[in-house]
């Protein structure tokens, strides 16, 4: 007998109204912008898979930082192309590396805003592969001190947030260890703690130049298939000593940001990622969909589901879209 005395549609009448009932808010705050630094002075090259984002050399990406925090981003997160590839991913760790040198750049220059520093050797590695090849293997434990090594450069650069994204096992309790040896005991790890075999990567990996040369990255990142196994990851890297815990893609495994939301009470990224990202840019471009629309409802998404921040190409157009209407 709900109806006629329950009229769920009362509460619709009006954006002032639905405004007051809405439950779930995206600020600006939630926002983690990815982007691609690359060697030379004045680039900015827009990447052909991902339209709107570019590969920017150290004194564009300061100007872009700077551009994404009058937006209103609070944090962003930097991925390297280097100059020059091998087998160890050298790059990855040097000094004089591109982010660490990105890094200590906009820590001079920018305040105000989180600088994150992904963490994993296949940009840098000749082979594509996250961890150092051994017979045709991505050996595990060989790689955990690289990836220390790397985190600990990104720290001493600058890093606010380190993020390793590899998949490898116990590189959590490796990075903090090697972190707290060497004096960064307050530097945090947002883990990519569930990352799955995704498609969805396509785009990125023809950005950061990055697709493996042989096999794929099936023995060390999550079977899609997989949400039990998920939380197992998660609670894993809590053990090891995660700040933040990510999962990632965010779309297709918002059941697990879920999931992941009512099991722990560390805050949760989530990462709209580039495959993500460049459906609904190709789609709006054909017309096919709203573009803003189907931005704002697309984070909200991930949001409702728990994320507490969402890594996304779109931080700053969706910062701006919701300066223009406040009450979404
Ligand atoms: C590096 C890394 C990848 C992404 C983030 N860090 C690529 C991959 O694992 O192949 C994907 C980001 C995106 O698709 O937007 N391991």
Known sequence: MAFPIHRPRRLRRGETLR???????LAPADFIYPLFVCEGRGVRREIPSMPGCHHLSIDTLVEEVKAARDDGVTGVILFGIPGSKDALGSGAYAEDGIVQRALAELKEKVSGVIL?????LCEYTD????GVVEDGDVANDRTLPLLARASVSLAKAGADLIAPSDMMDGRIGAIRKALDEAGFQETAIMSYAAKFASAFYGPFRDAAGSAPRFGDRRSYQMDPANAREAMREIALDVEEGADIIMVKPALAY???????????????AAYNVSGEYSMLVAAAERGWIDRERAILESLTSIKRAGADLILTYFAREASRLLARSPRS
């Not at 405004?19 to 808010?25: I, K, L, Y």
């Not at 994150?116 to 994993?120: G, I, L």
């Not at 918002?254 to 949760?268: C, G, H, K, N, Q």
Request: net charge neutral; with cysteine.
């Open 19 to 25: 405004a007051m009932v809405r439950e779930t808010r």
């Open 254 to 268: 918002l059941d697990l940001v879920r999931e992941a939301r009512s099991r722990f009470d560390l805050p949760i």
């Open 127 to 130: 082979h594509g592969h996250c």
């Open 116 to 120: 994150a520093a992904d963490v994993c």
